[in-house]
C-alpha cells in the first residue's frame, strides 16, 4: 500500500511541476485551477507581481512559493497513508529545488558584468533589514528578522 501511495504521490509531484514549468513568468490561469483544485489560496496578482519584481528572479514559471504550497497540499493527505510520511517530503522538497534551478534566469557569461557577477558573491546593501546572504534556496535578499524566505519558502540560516 505505501509503495502505490508513493508512486500516487510522485505523479502527482511530477505534474504540478510540469505545470508550473510550461507557465508564463508568475503563472496564469491554468495555475490558478491548479491552485484552487489542491485547496490552496494563491498570492493577489499584485503580490504576484512584487515577488517577481523583487524576489530571486524567474525567467519562466509560477512563483515558487505558490509551488511549495501547491506540493504541500498534494502530499498531506497521501502522506497519511504511509508509514514513511518522510518520502513524499523529501522527493517534493527535491522536486521544488530542481524546479527552482529551471526557473532562474541563466547568467550569460558573454557579457563582462555578468560574468563578475557570476562569480562574485552576492551582498545587499543600502537597507537595514537586509541581510547580506541571500536564500540558500532561491538566491532572494533575506530580511534580518526572517526566519522563512518569503519567496520560496525555505528556512533561513540565521
Known amino acids: 500500500m505505501t509503495d502505490e501511495v508513493f508512486a500516487q504521490g510522485r505523479a502527482l509531484i511530477e505534474s504540478i511541476v510540469n505545470l508550473a514549468l510550461q507557465l508564463p513568468a508568475g ?26 519584481r523583487e524576489g530571486p528572479g524567474q525567467s519562466k514559471g509560477a512563483l515558487l512559493i505558490e509551488v511549495r504550497w501547491a506540493l504541500a ?29 529551471a526557473v532562474k534566469p541563466r547568467i550569460s557569461t558573454s557579457s563582462i ?24 534556496g532561491c ?12 519567496y520560496c519558502g525555505e528556512p533561513l540560516q540565521p
Open 27 to 52: 503563472g496564469d490561469a491554468r495555475w490558478d485551477a491548479m491552485l484552487a483544485k489542491l485547496g490552496v489560496r494563491g498570492l493577489a496578482a499584485d503580490e504576484r507581481a512584487r515577488h517577481l
Open 113 to 136: 558584468f555578468a560574468n563578475a557577477l557570476a562569480t562574485t558573491r552576492k551582498t545587499m546593501t543600502g537597507t537595514a533589514s537586509a541581510a547580506a546572504n541571500p536564500c540558500k
Open 73 to 101: 497540499a498534494a502530499i498531506a493527505p497521501l502522506a497519511e497513508f504511509m508509514t514513511e510520511r518522510w518520502a513524499l517530503r523529501d522527493f517534493s522538497e527535491r522536486a521544488l529545488h530542481d524546479y527552482i534551478a
Open 139 to 150: 538566491g532572494a535578499p533575506a530580511g534580518l528578522a526572517q526566519t522563512i524566505c518569503p
